[in-house]
């Protein structure tokens, strides 16, 4: 049953693309106008195809289809990805929708989970590459992944029957030779114990403000940090559906889906790097294994999952804090707060932007600022975080203002080289421990470092 709904999805995303790349009709060309003629009519003519050749002729579909995501990626890779052109992003997601397609028809009569695993993986790819614009784009996607996901668990049934029929016909054997075996002590799992930190110069912790307190607190015009105690705690994701659960949080995101993980203890070391890697893996081997080597450890940081997977949004509320009216206003940086040669511009964001963190204990994220007004909810464990205000900025040597780093502190404030940054000792601050159901406002402009405890 599952595999002929699949197929019905194959056929109705096929249809879609056509009526895109179709070029009597093509009412969205200048999304493609930066690919070449060439590019956009092989594409065309691949999905022509794949509603009339014979399963024999779909490899061959499948390598054109692969070509033109690699093609993509080239030019993904060209540009630094806010200026990456929309014809590129358009290209990948429509090419790696064909290719899933191709691999979905070449193995629907195969019961080969790896197969479709790789379907979710070239689905997901589109979804943490360009973000898949176009129309209907995401909803494609989904369908796709849904209906990939329905298949896995039948296959998994299968093999968890198949299981238990072959462990009752050996555990008569088992029983018999255990007592035989000699008893290899086992190793105790060695689990890193991060300090809790002595809390020298508290936040304001409050109740839930209303929003008239909240509106007049974040528009004034040295707004501060403070923590909203009791403001989350009734989301599912801290009450009916737990995402201190791991197993639920990791069946409810799905072991097989692909997102960006971060493996070094902080993006400002020299080993740091980033990873594309499925959920199961980082989960299990990186979550609940961490491992006691600051190399080893990995971080699923700043990630729109709720975009990736939108049935994760079921567990969160966005608090109505976050639809607050802001106004565009200069923030000056400095020890005397005047606008200048050292102020940045804000303006407000368009809509809520919601992103996730998820790591194991001793991730830090160095010191930096965020261009936004912040609510940093924690679900899950607890974290230790230190804000500066604007004022102190100039004590903690961020990076030049034109490289990658320009938001972020040149200092390492977990034992800092006070000879290289003197005034840094000097620096005023606030600190807490955030723990499951608080939710903790972060004013533009200050600077703050975060460390999983």
């Known amino acids: ?49 794949v509603f009339h050749v014979t399963s024999e002729e779909i490899p061959m579909i499948l390598i054109k289809a692969t070509s033109l995501v690699d093609y993509a990626v080239e030019k993904l890779h060209a540009y630094p990805y806010k200026d990456v052109p929309m014809s590129w992003r358009r290209l990948h997601t429509d090419a790696s929708l064909l290719k899933s397609v191709c691999e979905i028809l070449l193995i629907l009569n195969f019961k080969d989970k790896n197969s479709w695993k790789q379907v979710i993986k070239t689905l997901d790819m589109a979804l943490v590459m360009t973000g898949a614009p176009g129309n209907n784009r995401k909803e494609m996607i989904f369908n796709l992944i849904e209906e990939t996901e329905k298949i896995l668990r039948e296959l998994e049934q299968i093999n968890d029957h198949s299981t238990i029929q072959s462990t009752s016909l050996k555990r008569t054997i088992d029983d018999n030779s255990i007592k035989n075996i000699p008893h290899k002590k086992s190793k105790a799992n060695v689990t890193k114990v991060h300090n809790i930190p002595i809390i020298n110069n508290p936040l304001l912790k409050i109740p839930q403000p209303s929003l008239t307190t909240f509106a007049s607190h974040i528009t004034s015009l040295n707004p501060t940090p403070f923590i909203i105690d009791s403001c989350i705690s009734h989301w599912p994701a801290l009450s009916t559906r737990p995402w201190s659960n791991l197993d639920y949080l990791l069946n409810i995101i799905g072991k097989e889906r692909i997102v960006p993980i ?4 902080k993006y400002t070391d020299d080993t740091w790097t980033q990873k594309l890697m499925n959920v199961g893996e980082f989960i299990e081997k990186w979550v609940k294994n ?16 709720f975009a990736q997977i939108p049935r994760l ?44 963190w998820l790591g194991p204990k001793g991730t830090i994220s160095p010191m930096h600022t965020d ?23 100039s004590k903690l040597y961020p990076f030049e203002q034109d490289g990658l780093l320009g938001n972020t502190s040149q200092v ?11 005034l840094f000792s000097s620096a005023l601050y606030q600190e807490c421990i955030l723990k499951p159901g608080e939710l903790l406002y972060i004013p533009v402009s200050y600077s703050f470092i975060r460390c999983l405890l």
């Open 290 to 305: 961490s491992i006691d080597d600051d190399d080893k450890i990995a971080y699923l940081a700043q990630h729109d999952l």
């Open 412 to 422: 390492e404030v977990e034992s800092p080289d006070l000879e290289r940054f003197p």
């Open 313 to 356: 949004k079921d567990d969160i509320m966005i608090p109505d804090y976050c639809f607050v009216d802001t106004n565009p206003f200069i923030i000056g940086i400095g020890d005397d707060g005047d606008s200048g040669s050292g102020s940045i511009q804000y303006l407000p964001p368009q809509e809520v932007i919601t992103n996730a």
């Open 1 to 49: 049953m599952a595999s002929f709904s699949i197929k019905k999805v194959c056929n109705s995303v096929i249809a879609k693309l056509l009526e895109t790349h179709n070029f009597d009709s093509n009412t969205e060309k200048n999304d493609f106008i930066h690919c070449d003629k060439a590019t956009i009519y092989l594409l065309y003519q691949c999905l022509k195809d």
């Open 371 to 393: 261009p936004y007004h912040n609510l940093l909810a924690q679900v899950i464990g607890q974290k230790y975080i230190r804000l500066y205000s604007p004022n102190e900025t």
């Open 262 to 265: 971060e493996i070094g203890a």
